[in-house]
Nanobody
């Protein structure tokens, strides 16, 4: 089992920045891809970014390219999402998720979510 705990959400004005953190514990050696997803009110959950845990290989949804950066700290078993130039349409609950080689492309483990609100 892998446990994920997100933090770092909050309220920010348009153009501002936030850094989300996702601390993993448990069987972290089994992790394959770590991802960030978001769900805005009344909308389906969407993929934002993912990172291959064992290497610096990243992927982003087009709408955040150039503004968001996913990174990791292996020693802390933590993945980050640096979000710059935030816009009101980025308002959502952001979730961290982890996959294993067996579950990929599905994600086995999910955090509880952290709210990001961007005011105009």
């Amino acid at each position: 089992q892998v446990q994920l705990v997100e933090s770092g959400g909050g309220l920010v004005q348009a153009g501002g920045s936030l850094r989300l953190s996702c601390a993993a514990s448990g069987r972290t050696f089994s992790m394959y891809f770590m991802g960030w997803f978001r769900q805005a009110p009344g909308k389906e959950r969407e993929f934002v970014a993912r990172l291959l845990w064992g290497a610096s290989i990243t992927y982003y949804v087009d709408s955040v390219k150039g503004r968001f950066t996913i990174s990791r700290d292996n020693a802390k078993s933590t993945v980050y999402l640096q979000m710059n130039n935030l816009q009101p349409e980025d308002t959502a609950v952001y979730y961290c998720a982890a996959s294993t080689p067996r579950s990929w492309p599905e994600y086995d483990y999910w955090g509880q979510g952290t709210q990001v609100t961007v005011s105009s």
